[in-house]
């Protein structure tokens, strides 16, 4: 197509009924400042002939989803795009473009709504189906003119009507509807800046600043979306199309003549209907309640224009309708026949593509008419704000990869995929919470029941902040992941746009590595991940961590290896980054937190965050480290009473107290119910099925938490952190005592080292306690080395380490919601009252968070909740099943029968998950009897008695070759002495509680010395005894720590077996390591493991 065919079509493609209708109700609202949009527009199209659309064109694409497989290949980020494209196009493009000529029809002609607009959308689709797209970009030229044309003439009969742009300027600020003029209210009446187009950043509907919201959301429409690209890709050549985006650039500067003023001087001539502001009044003139600024412009048609201009001015209405929904059919019909269609035939012939694009068409139209119903229920007073607030939540994600895809080689497909889906849920939670709320009508005076996050954070300044979410996502795990081959990018970014070398295509690329990392790999990763499977059977298969949630879940119940060691435990290393992250993140995350979070912070505030060694259990490491077997033995045994009565108990305690308030089910049945089910669910799956269900939860889980924290519209009524200090039970305010009173620190992260509850220099033992649980914790390490690769394993701490921000507004903030809005439930200091509320007589703020479901959520949204509660129990104890149950066979049982056999060790693993199940049962009354008011507290004490001296050790003989099996055995003895004191001293006493004023009985050294300093104390003393001892005995044989420590991490040295060297013998280990590295089979892998491990 020549030039001016182009560039017209350019503009009539996005100039429709929402345009006439939208821009002009949006200046009758609020003067100038939409014009904005049109202006940007200018240099956006600049953008995209000078930098776009000569990478298009030299890459040879037809459509933007094909442009994305070039560019990075696979199929997911081209389906992705593709089915989000016709989503878009089907409930807000079409759906907006029918919703607004049916209030031109409805206001000027009278005519059936539903009627005009079946016919409408017949004759479009049928123009579409017969004629495809060049008639398209023919009649876009014809319909141009026509707009153009009506256009001007109701612009000249409108200006005349106020005396022209002064007139204009002088009357509109006086455009007010009597029911306005006569109240003390600002409802109805114009902005003060209405002929500003740049306006204030906090108090403007279209604040300045917001520039940069609007270029990213015009960058992505006008250079990314497929309505628009095809026609700049119709140009005849390059110059074509950039000559025709720069005649549409021009014809932009219309809009604000053509449609805005007209718009502002409807509201001048008809302020009665117009500028309606009561209720009553806007419902009997348009039918919406919250104002009627849409009709403007069918107003103007109607009363300025005689019965045959009117009758043309139909004609231009007609005519942008038809050009935007012929565009949108065309270019739907296009993606869904080469992008979707092509995938389930790819023989398809040309015909068949053809066939199926038309009636595709056809299904749009009945899709778009049926929807029509649900559009006239749920729009708002503004259709143009409306459709710009969908675009700040949908599109900067998609302009932020097609920048990056086109300007930084160095983005990949993982990169972008991801960064896309972490984008889009993000904009999806806005889009879902701003249009919850019902924001009342001005005459009411309530005030806006809507989050200050959304009330306060303008749609304009959001796109910024997602643009910077997906790029900053995007640029991280691309930095992560492997890079792509700079071959794969000839003629595909803008720096490569004039290569003349050929293109390697990028799929057969990413197979060749694929085959590659199977086969032989780089040396380097193999130097790194060390492929050891201790019982892989040869039928097990590898899984592809690109497959979707749902064929995993399936395949997590089928695979060949499901009734296998293999299957059962870590086997294969086969998982993707994201599950193992979100796994991470999700074993950590459960009832303990939901519970003892939220209530930690309802009592006192915010205060409350090896992989190449080879091996599969964190006490065979220290084994292979050590020799002997008195440690691993010792520290399986320890694992196995922490996991059933401190871990398990615990959970099921919170589990317990929250399906108490909440459904008052009979609290045993529930937990016999649950546990049976985890431990079916970990003798079935294993570690692999848990890993990808801990994926599902964790997003259930963030998705429920958020819910909860925008749904709650009293937790943002209340102002937190000025109420919290004054959240206080009945009893306390009318007391001189101080019990039951919030801390004056409450805000502090950081609080005094003496009089604190969590004292700021306790960041040290609390870093100690981490240590231990996030670096050698059997349950969070064992999902760390689930990952396919060393990059995999740590990409998945990277993003679990951001998603640990989440706790702190999802369940701290919250529990001290609560504290505020019931305060004499959640804030309660009388034993009494206590006792009765929630059976402890020492406090309620463990039911903070179940108190506020059972309050705050409908009965939906609240089995909602219960779901992502059972989901965050499920995901700890399928955990903590699996790991007890590994440690249990491969540390315990292997000890006692060196000869058994892969059955015999499966099955003595799910038996033990059994006994677990009894054992925990049986503690469960103990727990209850016991526990105290701060079950997180409770949880952290345990850890500083218990966690210190294993952690003191395992970074020694991480670090400190030196460290012998003698020195780390005695340390780990003494300081396990130490804390259990600690620990029988600490819960042998009965502190009476605050309105008794008794004191306290513990010996001053257990009250005065906090549970976080002694942490410290306890790894110092632990490492001085083993540093004393192991300098005074025997070192070990360097030989013996190859690849055992950090410095030795690389080496390809035989390492000498620890065992016979400490029985005087020289025998090196099998080198089964190495001979991974050099690709060997799983049968090679299974004889090795079997020879080294003895099984």
Known sequence: MHWIPVGASLFASNIGSIHFVGLAGSGAASGIGVGLYELNALYILMILGYFFLPVYIASGVYTMPEYMKRRFGGQRIQIYLAVLALLVYIFTKISADLYAGAIFIEQSLRWDIYGAITLLLGVAAIFTITGGLTAVIWTDFIQTIIMIIGAFVLMILSFNEVGGLSGMIEKYPNAIANSS????????????????????????????????????????????????????????????????????????????????????????????????????????????????????????????????????????????????LTSIFNSSSTIFAMDIWTRFRKSASELEIMIVGRVFVAILVVISILWIPVIRVSQGSDLFVYIQQVSSFMQPPICCVFLLGLFWSRINEAGAFFSLVIGMTVGLVRFIVEYSYTVPDCTTGLPDPRPAIIKDFHYLYFSPFLFVLTGVSAIVISLLTKPVDPRCLQRLTFWTRHSKEPRLDIDTWLEQERISQQGLGSQAEKDLYQMKDVCKLEGSEKHDGKISVASSLYMCTSRQNRGSAGGYFLAGRNMNWIPVGASLFASNIGSIHFVGLAGSGAASGIAIGLYELNVYTMPEYLQRRFGGQRIQIYLAVLALLAYIFTKISADLYAGA?????????????????????????????????????????????????????????????????????????????????????????????????????????????????????????????????????????????????????????????????????????????????????????????????????????????????????????????????????????????????????????????????????????????????????????????????????????????????????????????????????????????????????????????????????????????????????????????????????????????????????????????????????????NVNHKDNNSKENGT
């Open 657 to 1081: 107290l929250f399906i108490e308030q909440a459904l008052k089910w009979d609290i045993y049945g529930a937990i016999s119910l649950l546990l049976a089910i985890a431990a079916l669910f970990t003798i079935t799956g294993g570690l692999t099925a848990v890993i990808w269900t801990d994926f599902i939860q964790t997003i259930i889980m963030i998705i429920g938490a958020f819910t909860l924290m925008f749904l709650g519209k009293k937790i943002y009524k209340c102002g937190m952190v000025e109420k919290y200090a004054q959240a206080m039970a009945n009893s306390t305010v009318y007391s001189n005592s101080t019990c039951g009173r919030p801390r004056d620190d409450y805000i502090h992260l950081f609080r005094d080292p003496v009089t604190g509850d969590l004292p700021w220099p306790g960041i040290i033992g609390l870093s100690i306690n981490s240590v231990w649980y996030w670096c050698s914790d059997q349950v969070i390490v064992q999902r760390a080395l689930a990952g396919k690769t060393y990059d995999h394993a740590k990409a998945g701490t990277i993003l679990c380490g951001f998603l640990k921000i989440l706790p702190l507004f999802l369940l701290v903030f919250p529990g001290m919601i609560a504290r505020i809005l019931y305060p004499e439930t959640i804030a309660c200091v009388d034993p009494e009252v206590c006792k009765q509320v929630c059976g402890s007589s020492s406090g309620c703020s463990n039911i903070a968070y179940p108190t506020m479901v059972i309050s705050l959520m409908p009965p939906g949204a609240r089995g909602m909740m219960l779901a992502v509660m059972m989901a965050a129990l499920m995901s700890s104890l399928t955990s903590i099943f699996n790991s007890s149950s590994t440690i249990f066979a491969m540390d315990i049982w292997t000890r006692i029968r060196k000869s058994a056999s892969e059955l015999e060790i499966m099955i003595v693993g799910r038996v033990f998950v059994i006994f677990l199940v009894v054992v925990s049962i049986a503690w469960i009354p103990v727990i209850r009897a016991s526990q105290g008011s701060e079950l997180f507290v409770y949880i952290q004490q345990v850890s500083s008695f218990m966690q210190p001296p294993i952690c003191c050790i395992f970074l020694l003989g991480l670090f400190w070759p030196r460290l012998n099996e003698l020195g780390a055995f005695v340390a780990l003895v003494v300081g396990m002495i130490v804390g259990l004191i600690r620990f029988i001293v600490e819960y042998a006493y009965t502190v009476p509680d605050c309105l008794s004023g008794l004191p306290d009985p513990r010996p001053s050294i257990v009250k005065d010395f906090h549970y976080l300093y002694f942490a410290t104390f306890l790894f110092v003393l632990t490492g001085i005894c083993a540093v004393s001892i192991s300098l005074i005995t025997k070192p070990i044989d360097s030989r013996c720590l190859e690849r055992l420590t950090w410095w030795s991490r690389n080496s390809k040295q035989p390492r000498l077996d620890i065992d016979k060297w400490m029985a005087g013998e020289e025998v090196f280990e099998p080198m089964s390591d190495l001979d991974d590295k050099e690709g060997s089979t």
């Open 181 to 324: 003029r006569y109240s003390n209210l600002s409802c109805g009446k114009p902005r003060e800046d209405f002929m500003h187009l740049f306006r204030d950043a906090r108090t403007g509907d279209f604040p300045w600043p917001g520039l940069i919201g609007i270029s990213i959301n015009s960058i992505w429409y006008w250079c990314s979306d497929q309505v628009i690209v095809q026609r700049a890709l119709a140009g005849k050549s390059y110059d074509h199309g950039k000559a025709g985006t720069i005649e549409c650039g021009y014809f932009k500067i219309l809009p604000l003549f053509l449609l805005v003023f007209p718009g502002m001087i409807a509201r001048i001539l008809f302020p009665e209907t117009v500028a309606c502001a009561d209720p009553e009044s806007c419902t009997r003139v348009c039918g919406i309640p919250t104002g009627c600024s849409n009709i403007a412009y069918p107003s103007l048609v109607i009363n300025l224009m005689p019965p045959g201009a009117r009758g043309m001015m139909l004609a231009v209405m007609m005519a942008a309708l038809m050009s935007s």
